[in-house]
């Protein structure tokens, strides 16, 4: 009989977390010569060690560059369609949050039981929410 | 053999007898009791400002009268700001960094660094809400004003919170009670600090960035 | 062993702090304690307490609607009677009982000596007395403020400001502010669950080795941290509604009052769950042990309970049927209702498998069990008929609803507590309670119970409406209402001789001594000693799989019959005096106390807008935080043992 790890039921949340770390992760592996994505076979105490200073400076350049053209994109306001501006707004919003999550706050590196705790809120907050505005006929 | 055990911000040794704060591997999860503690509590803060932001999007363009965002929002300004928060993120890994490899004094310079920054980003503020005030626009005017103020306030006592732990940890760390051996609280009030700083992200994006409903009365 | 130490050590004065509590007995030690096992008695003590006080506001409603045209209290003492009653239950009774119940035995059950934060589990306590003085002192003559807009609180009614207010007084502000105090108070107490769950268990006490109760307290935990956030929220618009003048729920500037009642109920529909699971999870260790078999199904139970823990997010509108939600979300609701009957009814049929064909033993913890199965069929069956949109609309605000939730909330939660009671006290104080009595205690609480609640389904249907203070004579509610009175009656009695047989059996000490393992139990708690010792297990146990101390006194034979092992058990448990000097427990600390009290006039301050309240609280809040950081968590030993011998930490395991 296997037993289950503390994560078993929430599996499905990493998989989906992952694919957000590890899409925005990828322009700076270089440095990096760790694992791409926790195999299957990957022991779960095994810790990457935290990003360097460098690599710290590197990700807040990106932050500002991302910022900039946030901003930038809210000024094409008449220029470009709305929906169009809400889109591009929100996507930056998530690459920005998921940068700072990931490698700020080290959910790339550490145990994967954090993530799946944060995530698991994150979810949960954006579902219930949306269920409730749809109920009070916002969309 | 030494019995003391760590203590964190609002936590306690983690385990009678034992003192697994040191040695993750301790715990049955492998993980530090403090830190498993701080992103549950992160997880719940989602449903918190998730909670507040619903209210601002379902009241969105609703208002009768105004001022509205459109007349009052001074988009340079709180990029400005916005940016300064951003950037304390940056100096609170570099002071998780500095206290990882020993560098005490690397440590208290981030750390001031990055409590004057979120003090910055508090001083502009005070400043926006006093100029809207000005302007006309107060919890009492029109829903925009109620759930921007309500939202706004409550992120930045989130980070008024933040500044008064991050100097608490300046303040051990120039009397040198703050070691290597200690970075998790160092790490525990970053994970705070970057949390309230993404939830930033998100209300600076849903409240100032995106295109604004009309003015009130103008259609 | 670490450099930290060795540095601490040296930082012998600590200016500004008070001196550190030492002493381990006596009364002032209660003040100070961070034990987890006498927090979790002082919680049920708390709560107790509250289940009289708020029994007795379900009498004095009861006395009002004893017959037609009641003149016991005024309409507006009514409305305060059953929205005290309604916060005191579910806030003050009904949460904290469990959360009592867990601090004291899922530490035990796991195989650890303590919980994951013993200071901040003090604080979480210290915070519910907090909110239950703070909510019960708005009866305080003068202050004219007792909560009087049901437990729900429901806007636009509630947020009206104060001097333009539909309902009188302050009421509205001490029930928003209270509230909250004991989310955090809960929020603080679930998060040390979650850590203390998933770090402190055992080598070997994998999660699929927990006993159900770890489980569904786990699940009622990541509940509690995501559902007290919302409701904290609404909480504060309605505030700020009222005392500040903002427009949250003010339709006349655009707002929709409506959200209020959603972000109330995805709040209160896992709070119901919240309240029924650990009920759920006491029964899971009762059935078992009284049948002689393991639990039916053991996987199966725990995945229901998650199940139940992740629908329950998915149902709350069905509490808002009658709000014009439009046909969509109405039947979308409905569906979900209906499903999460599934996992529920799982359980239901898991446990009567338990007791199917077991060596089954009446003992009042069993009556309880059985009891609490029955009861909460019966109120499941009727919950079930919510989930029917036509038929909910028909019973909306009506007394089938007040049968309905009575039944799964006292018939389930408070009948699985009793349970629980009878079940547990004796390995907290080492003496049985007397079962004659407690068999009086059951049949008198099952017979109260059912007199009171079983014709409110009547006259429910018969179109009484909840929450109305008096009634004409004549429509068919006159005799129904008496009967129900009466049960009220004998549900308090019942009370009385549950009391009366822990004042006897256990306060007088006249109760058999209780011995290890009374019950022939099956989890660890019934290896260690009654009381168990500070420290709970002399050598940290080793799991090898459920049922662990079942299977340290019982083996089987080729042909599967159960056969005692020689070792009898006594192997397993905590003897070793020898060592246990070297386990060094956490030293008792007043700052829980200081910083959870500093709330109070924090709560004072937002209602009375005082600065000097609002002074006092932030002193004694940041005083209380500061030294609590500063102090070790424990003391370097005075009477250290040279070394000692090793601290036993847990080996980690998945």
Redesign the interface.
């Known amino acids: 009989m296997t037993e289950p790890t503390p994560e078993t039921g929430l599996a499905r949340l990493e998989e989906a977390e992952a694919e957000v770390s590890g899409r925005d992760a990828g322009t700076l592996r270089r440095s990096e010569p760790g694992p791409e994505r926790p195999g299957p076979q990957r022991r779960e105490r095994e810790v990457r060690p935290h990003p360097t200073p460098l690599q710290y400076v590197l990700i807040a350049v990106i932050l500002c560059v991302v910022t900039a053209i946030e901003i930038a994109v809210s000024y094409t306001e008449g220029d470009i369609p709305d929906a169009l501006i809400v889109v591009l707004l929100m996507g930056m919003a998530v690459l920005k949050f998921a940068l700072v999550a990931a490698w700020f706050m080290h959910l790339r590196t550490d145990l994967p039981i954090f993530r799946r705790f944060f995530v698991l809120g994150i979810i949960l907050a954006m579902i219930v929410y949306v269920i409730a505005l749809a109920t009070l006929n916002v969309f | 053999?030494?019995?003391?055990?760590?203590?964190?911000?609002?936590?306690?040794?983690?385990?009678?007898?034992?003192?697994?704060g040191?040695?993750p591997?301790?715990?049955?999860?492998?993980?530090p009791?403090t830190?498993?503690?701080m992103?549950?509590?992160?997880?719940?803060?989602?449903?918190?400002f998730?909670?507040?932001?619903?209210?601002y999007?379902?009241?969105r363009g609703?208002?009768?009268v105004g001022p509205g965002p459109k007349e009052l929002f001074d988009?340079p300004f709180t990029?400005a700001t916005?940016?300064i928060l951003?950037?304390s993120?940056?100096t609170?890994?570099?002071a998780?960094?500095a206290i990882?490899r020993g560098d005490e004094r690397r440590l208290r310079i981030w750390l001031l660094a990055t409590a004057l920054l979120g003090a910055t980003f508090i001083a502009g503020q005070v400043f926006e809400f006093t100029e809207f005030n000005h302007e006309g626009l107060?919890?009492?005017t029109?829903?925009f004003?109620?759930?921007f103020?309500?939202l706004t306030g409550?992120h930045g006592a989130h980070v008024t919170a933040g500044i008064i732990w991050l100097m608490?940890l300046w303040g051990m760390a120039s009397q040198g009670?703050l070691?290597q051996?200690?970075s998790e609280k160092v790490e525990i009030a970053?994970?705070y600090w970057?949390?309230v700083?993404?939830v930033w992200?998100?209300i600076?994006?849903?409240i100032?960035?995106?295109?604004q409903p009309a003015a009130p009365g103008g259609g | 062993m670490t450099t930290v130490a060795g540095a601490l050590t040296t930082v012998k004065r600590r200016p500004l702090l008070l001196r550190r509590p030492t002493k381990t007995t006596g009364a002032f030690s209660w003040f100070t304690t961070i034990d987890h096992k006498k927090i979790g008695i002082m919680y049920c003590a708390t709560a107790m307490l509250f289940f009289l006080v708020g029994g007795l506001e379900a009498l004095l409603i009861r006395l009002q609607l004893a017959g037609p045209n009641g003149t016991v209290v005024t309409a507006a003492q009514y409305n305060e009677l059953f929205t005290m009653h309604g916060t005191t239950m579910v806030f003050l009774v009904g949460m904290p009982m469990a959360v009592g119940i867990a601090n004291y035995f899922v530490p035990i059950m796991i195989g650890a000596r303590d919980v994951a934060f013993p200071r901040l589990n003090a604080f979480g306590f210290y915070v519910v007395v907090a909110g239950g003085i703070f909510l019960y002192s708005s009866w305080i003559p003068g202050i004219n403020g007792v909560p009087n807009g049901g437990w729900f609180g429901y806007t636009p009614l509630t947020d009206t400001p104060l001097t333009a207010g539909f309902l009188p007084g302050r009421g509205p502000d001490f029930w928003t502010v209270g509230v909250v105090m004991l989310g955090i108070g809960s929020t603080t107490s679930a998060i040390n669950f979650i850590v203390t769950i998933l770090n402190l268990r055992a080598p070997g006490m994998t999660l699929m080795r927990m006993p159900v109760f770890v489980w569904m307290m786990l699940v009622v935990a990541f509940l509690t941290v995501f559902a007290m956030p919302i409701i904290t929220v609404a909480l504060i618009m309605v505030f700020f509604d009222r005392n500040y003048g903002s427009l949250f729920f003010q339709a006349s500037a655009g707002a929709d009052p409506l959200l209020y009642q959603h972000l109330f109920w995805l709040f209160g529909h896992p709070e119901v769950y919240i309240l029924i699971l650990p009920g759920m999870g006491i029964v899971s260790e009762i059935l078992p042990v009284f049948s002689r078999k393991p639990l039916f199904g053991y996987s199966v139970v725990v995945f229901s309970g998650i199940a139940i823990g992740f629908l329950g997010w998915g149902v709350w509108a069905h509490h808002m049927f009658a709000t014009g939600l439009g046909p969509v979300a109405i039947s979308a609701f409905g569906v979900s209702t209906m499903l999460i009957a599934v996992p529920t009814g799982v359980k239901i049929f898991n446990w009567l498998s338990t007791v199917w064909r077991g060596a089954v033993r009446l003992t009042t913890a069993m009556l309880f069990a059985l009891g609490f199965i029955a009861m909460f069929t019966i109120g499941g069956l009727s919950g079930v008929l919510h989930s029917v949109v036509p038929s909910d609309t028909q019973q909306t605000d009506t007394y089938f609803v007040v049968a309905h939730f009575h039944y799964v909330l006292f018939g389930g939660l408070l009948f699985g507590v009793f349970g629980g009671f009878y079940y547990w006290l004796p390995k907290v104080y080492g003496r049985m309670l007397d079962e004659r009595v407690g068999k009086i205690n059951f049949w008198t609480m099952l017979i109260g119970f059912n007199l009171t609640f079983f014709p409110m389904h009547f006259v429910g249907l018969y179109g009484m409406p909840r929450r109305t203070y008096r009634y004409d004579a004549g429509l068919g509610w006159d005799a129904w209402n008496l009967v129900e009175t009466i049960g009220a009656f004998v549900i308090a009695v019942s009370t009385l001789i549950f009391l009366a047989n822990i004042i006897v059996s256990i306060m007088l000490k006249r109760g058999a001594v209780a011995g290890d393992d009374p019950w022939d139990g099956r989890t660890l708690e019934w290896t260690t000693t009654s009381p168990p010792p500070d420290y709970n297990f002399a050598d940290i146990p080793e799991i090898e799989g459920r049922d662990a101390h079942w299977h340290h006194k019982y083996t089987e034979d080729e042909e599967g019959r159960l056969m005692p092992l020689p070792s009898g058990g006594a192997a397993a448990a905590a003897e070793g005096d020898g060592h246990h000097d070297g386990i060094h427990m956490p030293s008792p600390s007043i700052y829980p106390l200081i910083t959870g009290l500093g709330l109070l006039p924090l709560g004072y301050a937002a209602v009375y807008h005082s600065f000097a309240w609002l002074g006092v609280g932030v002193v004694v809040l940041l005083y209380g935080l500061y030294a609590w950081a500063i102090e070790p968590g424990t003391e370097p030993d005075e009477s250290d043992h040279g070394g000692g011998a090793p601290a036993r930490v847990p080996e980690p395991v998945h």
């Not at chain 2, 591997?25 to 993980?31: C, I, K, S």
């Not at chain 2, 992103?39 to 918190?48: K, P, R, V």
Request: proline share 3%.
């Open positions: 053999m030494a019995t003391i055990e760590q203590t964190t911000e609002i936590g306690a040794p983690a385990h009678r007898g034992a003192s697994p040191h040695d591997h301790a715990t049955a999860t492998g993980v009791n830190k498993l503690a992103w549950i509590f992160l997880a719940s803060d989602c449903l918190f998730g909670a507040f932001i619903a209210t999007l379902l009241y609703r208002d009768k988009i990029s916005s940016f951003l950037m993120s940056l609170m890994v570099l998780l960094a990882q107060n919890l009492n029109n829903l004003g109620s759930t103020f309500i409550f608490s009670r070691k051996g200690d970053g994970l970057h949390f700083d993404v992200i998100v600076f994006t849903v100032y960035l995106v295109p």
